[in-house]
């Protein structure tokens, strides 16, 4: 039977509590009590063995004797009974089970059980081991947690119980509403991508917020999340930022790709605007409450503190945005009102004397100014005015302004705790977000700008997939063969021809079985040569000395790869020499050293890669991550975010290098990725990029011991982007597949 | 006359109001109300030739009139007046004027004629244009400020008087009392330094709190300052980080050196503390509240909820800080009173139902750990338990500790809004801080670990001046050699004979007037060679095409001279060609490109600057600042702040370099700032670098076209620690100079 959707949590008729409770301080005590005291309006059913009588509730012994089948059930027995009742509701026809039940875990199998339950009548389980659900527009409350947030447009999925009830609480103090607030808990049937889906469909909310530890099945995911942020702002916390990645890795590129950078790069790909603290969750909602859009970058400053204005500008230099050029009109009408000693430009100082008058009128001209997309209204206490006025001076121009169609995002900052609770809810009543400190105002317009770029980057074109056909027969012999001999590691001049069956340029390198092949090979290439050392146990030939550059002729080779071999054998003495790789050396010369890569995370799949190459690309830790499938626009967007690109843009007389090229070899790796699942880690390293040309100097690449499957990931941005375009067309919204029925 | 000890401000026994007033809403009236509301219980006297009758103070037509010297006087009239009324003031007796009018300006004469009206009697002046002046240990309110803070423990020095009300406000509802609120105005007279002196020897005061726009008397600033900081914390917050800089500068250091970095390498020597944001500030003085001190870095986390607690973790691995060990002994104990499920580990989670009383048994445990030096405290609000209640339980234990002489650091985190209105109080009464988020906590920490390294950094030897006789003939010879032809800029030959003196390794090279005399200097040095363009007219010579490198004969170099020649004469036809420096090219190989660098800043005079250089310098702007003069293990920390000095360090098989060459170097530049106030700008760049040597390959340096007086900065290093070591020592405190006879 095919699972039941997730819409009938927003709005059901009906409700079951299994295991609820009037034992004082239980979770089926305060479940009930929150769920009798939300003021929802359907009948609410209590099943319990024991007979309960309960203001606003109905019992019945056992869920058989349930008069109707209620959309969603809420359970709170023990671990031990869930899956019994879980089979039972499904029997009964519900649609959505809410478990707060913790302990089923996987080791004491109760949760495969579960699942197991669920599976014949299609029941959709959210936790077990969360907080609850809520969803104050149906007034209901199906949750233990404390307070009881009012109806609004900001959705909450937290995968940390405990944060759910510190944002509720945050939130109401702030006049903020939700349209509903999630703890999945462990999420061992719905996950992100399920809500984010029902969140993105749901007409009450405006914004969708996210607290997240990990994600279970990132294909769904992402496309859940590029689907919404296409028509809603996706606003999530990562935690996990200090956590050390632990993976075994043997690539620079698995090095330095670490598990958050990779969700912080997934995020950016999927349109979900990341913040890095629970303050900027905050201050992120705080500033979307209104459902505003930013048309632009460009900011005014409206303040009657000149040092709080300077403040402003000061943060806004972190956060992002530009600030807006006043017009001569505007400037004109603003010294028509304004006193003598105010600032003439933006920051525009009222000075300290301000008036609530003052305020509106230099409001009204502000906001009315083409050339200004948001304005900052900032207000330092003064015994001069009062604090209520002066909101009420702003709100009124706000209002006013909306009124002819004005409709631009206000930002209010009043300094001082008795200044903001005497101006806040006047603030808040014209939908104007406040905020106490300039530089928490400024974040908050950063989060405004970066919602604005989030979506702009979903509307570009979606990323193709470019199979390459006979790339993909020659690495599939190369790998073969490799594994053939038990090796998960291709040699350099494997991983040369690989590199060059996808058109990366390489440089011309053979492989000497034996010190005595050297001087013929060198005969079929231009000196001077580079010598380098082919073991399927040394990854990084730099630190064992298996590198030497620089040899002018044949018996210099040969010296030296004698020498390299008496090195080896003292220092790894149970390393097998395969060989040496003989090539032509590239001098440095003016070049720039990159690298490119992709490796594996444990999440999302396959990563590339690029930034600072050569021996201590480690040690620079200047690269910028991407996921596969990615365009040249991506490509290019990706090389930017880098250190490096300063240097390769050309300065001085030094020439721009060829991004181009490096924007090609981007895209091969993308192809790698897509077309090779047993590629797991691939280093280019150094990419020798100078004014004309790219070329790999060097390259390692390791694959799985067995052929893998494709990734699932990687393999359907068109499915990915129709649904985009299905979500954000509600006409559409029914023909969209399920997302269960996905990946 | 010598003027008064400001001392008499944060104790008067009598003060007059000059320009009092009844007019409801006027500055004069709303300072004469928050003096008599303020508690000041000595009398108050009001001037003002209209007859006043305000209870609570003594009307008077006329200063002469006054029956005793108030030694406190607040003036609140016309800006016109105040000369007049500061002779007055100073002829009655009047030790200090707090002037809040306005419009007292250099281009209207009447600063100046204030300041000569103040200097027969030795009248400290605050102001004009300030927000006045508050001693809440004496009931003093001598301000037009909204609200009125409670006596405690912070000082506040503002340069902007908006903030000051803001600040004040947002103490009053943290329970955060103030020990000074001084708005400075514009600082005609008494300015940032002589107050954190005032401060530094006010034992009401723990911690100072600055809010600076610019530092008027850099080296009384610098000297109060350090000696201030060595006996309690010093907090600033600098605006302006956003100015464009502005100045015309003809070096790469000059460039690199913006006002706001040397700022903040300025507060760093003198033991400030800076924040970047005005929430920062807020954060430090509620973290300073309780005057606790860190012994170490290891902070302990408590919590009820695990994501709450990563999400702290996230946070201090910005804010810095070591994530305790918890020893064998604590981890027993603590698992003989938490629940099966708590985390056996740091951070220590007490499970989502942890009770008041299982936070104080695990407080009790962490904090008797000696291998925790701080802990932090954070509650979720749940449904299960009341958050005063756990406050409570985290007060008891706290205070506990304390009896037993267990003095730590704990620091608060209640989430959520209700949460912390109920804790908060319970929490203030412990003197424990609290912050409503991780991140907002974290910070907190950090700000205490910073106070502890910026009083360590204070603790070190004084730097040393190490005149270098011989080095400074050498140099002023070639300095007015320059001179004595109009030029401000030396050659490549003189600047680095003046290197050589200092004890910097040059490449040898020599000057060829023309290119006749290529062959002849060729002859004289080892190939291959370098040629570069001489002219007074161009700096960056690369820039113009006027450097040539790796010319491998003297026929070579004759022909990249001329080719130089042509070129520079087609796109620079007004430059002068002095001729052409002609080295020795040593071949970049395996070294590093450092800069090694001295600017003027117009603030604190003489900045050096170390980073990566080459031709780049500009691109990669990696780079630290350092004040003169400075020791080697100053020079040495100075170098470890860039990204370059990673790849400095040694890497998978290449060996350290010469970083006590670079130290060397550093060293050099310092002495040639203290040596030669002459030289304003100087370059040494590329400075190669490699494991076994340091070399100047080329340098620049631009004199002043006057001889300079020596830097009233750089020059009493000593002077400055014996002040430090005074203020320290109580009982030296009266010798001490007075800080307005210094520099």
Redesign the interface.
């Known amino acids: 039977m095919s699972p039941y959707n997730l819409a009938a949590l927003l709005s059901p008729t009906s409700l079951a509590v299994i295991g609820g409770s009037d034992a004082p301080?239980s979770v089926g005590q305060?479940v009930v009590e929150?769920l009798v005291s939300g003021g929802f309006t359907g009948p609410i059913y209590l099943v319990n063995p024991r007979p309960l009588s309960i203001a606003g509730t109905r019992w019945k012994a056992t869920i058989a004797e349930l008069p109707e089948a209620p959309e969603l059930a809420v359970v709170a027995v023990p671990a031990a009974a869930v899956p019994q009742v879980i089979a039972d509701l499904g029997a009964a026809g519900v649609k959505i089970a809410v478990i707060l039940s913790a302990g089923l875990t996987q080791a004491n199998g109760l949760r495969e059980a579960m699942l197991q339950a669920a599976r014949p009548s299609g029941l959709r389980i959210i936790g077990p081991n969360g907080l609850g659900f809520l969803a104050p527009h149906a007034g209901l409350n199906a949750s233990?947690?404390?307070?009881a947030p009012q109806p609004g447009g900001l959705a909450l999925i937290?995968?940390?119980?405990?944060?759910v009830?510190?944002?509720?609480?945050?939130a109401?103090?702030r006049q903020l509403g939700f349209s509903g607030v999630v703890s999945v808990g462990d999420m061992a049937e719905v996950d992100l991508g399920d809500l984010i889906d029902l969140f993105a469909a749901d007409p009450h909310t405006d914004a969708i917020l996210l607290?997240i530890?990990g994600v279970t099945n990132p294909a769904k995911f992402m496309s859940a999340a590029r689907a919404a942020a296409r028509v809603k702002p996706v606003i999530a916390?990562k935690?996990?930022?200090?956590a050390a990645s632990g993976k075994a890795v043997r690539s620079h590129t698995g090095a330095l790709a670490g598990a958050y950078d990779v969700h912080a790069c997934a995020f950016e790909r999927a349109g979900i605007v990341q913040v890095?603290?629970?303050?900027?969750l905050?201050d992120a909602a705080a500033a979307l409450r209104a459902g505003q859009a930013l048309a632009g970058d460009r900011l005014s400053i409206v303040?009657?503190?000149?040092?709080?204005g300077?403040?402003a500008?000061?943060?806004?230099?972190s956060a992002g945005g530009d600030l807006a050029e006043l017009g001569t009109e505007t400037l004109t009408r603003l010294e028509a009102v304004l006193p003598a000693g105010w600032s003439h430009g933006n920051p525009v100082d009222l000075v300290?004397d301000a008036s609530a008058e003052r305020y509106r009128l230099a409001l009204d001209i502000i906001l009315s100014d083409p050339g200004v997309d948001a304005v900052l209204v900032m207000n330092?206490?003064?015994?001069?005015s009062k604090p209520g006025d002066i909101a009420q001076g702003v709100a009124a121009s706000v209002v006013a302004a909306r009124g002819q169609g004005i409709v631009k995002p206000v930002i209010g900052c009043w300094?001082?705790?008795?200044?903001q609770d005497a101006a806040g809810p006047i603030l808040s009543a014209a939908g104007i977000p406040m905020f106490?400190?300039?530089?928490?105002a400024a974040r908050a317009f950063g989060h405004l700008l970066a919602v604005r770029r989030a979506k702009a980057g979903l509307m570009t074109a979606p990323a193709g997939h470019d199979p390459r056909a006979d790339g993909r027969t020659v690495a599939l012999a190369l790998i073969q063969a490799a594994r053939s001999e038990g090796r998960t590691l291709l040699n350099e001049v494997e991983a040369k021809t690989l590199l060059s069956a996808y058109g990366v340029a390489t440089v011309p390198t053979r492989l000497a079985a034996g010190i005595e092949d050297i001087a013929a090979l060198c005969a079929e290439l231009a000196p001077p040569y580079a010598v380098k050392i082919v073991s399927p146990q040394i990854v990084?030939k730099?630190?064992v000395?298996g590198v030497v550059l620089d040899l002018a002729t044949a018996e210099a080779a040969i010296t030296a790869a004698t020498e390299m071999r008496a090195r080896i054998a003292k220092i790894l003495p149970e390393a097998t020499i395969t060989g040496f790789a003989v090539g032509t050396m590239i001098p440095p010369g003016r070049a720039h050293e990159l690298i490119v890569g992709l490796s594996q995370d444990a999440t999302f799949g396959p990563v590339l890669m690029v930034g600072a190459g050569g021996?201590?690309v480690?040690?620079?830790r200047d690269r910028a991550l991407g996921l596969p499938p990615l365009d040249s626009e991506r490509a290019r967007a990706m090389i930017s975010k880098t250190?490096i690109s300063?240097?390769l843009a050309g300065?001085?007389?030094?020439p721009p290098a060829d991004i181009e090229g490096v924007v090609g070899v981007v895209e091969a790796l993308s192809a790698i990725a897509v077309d090779l699942p047993d590629v797991v880690e691939l280093d280019i390293n150094p990419l020798r990029v100078d004014a004309d040309s790219v070329l790999a100097l060097d390259a390692r690449v390791v694959i799985t011991q067995e052929p893998s499957p494709p990734s699932g990931l990687v393999i359907q941005p068109a499915l990915r982007e129709q649904r985009a375009q299905s979500i954000s067309d509600p006409a559409a919204e029914e023909a969209a597949p399920h997302p269960a029925c996905r990946a």
């Open positions: 301080g305060v929150n233990f947690a404390r307070g937290s995968q940390s119980g405990a944060l009830s510190g944002l509720i609480d945050w109401t103090t607290y530890e916390l935690a996990g930022r200090s890095e603290t629970l303050t900027d905050f303040t009657n503190g000149g040092g709080a300077i403040l500008l000061d943060a806004m230099a300290g330092c206490p003064t015994a001069l300094l001082g705790d008795a200044n106490g400190a300039p530089d928490a990084h730099s630190d000395g021996k201590a480690e040690v620079l250190r300063r240097l300065y001085r007389d030094e």
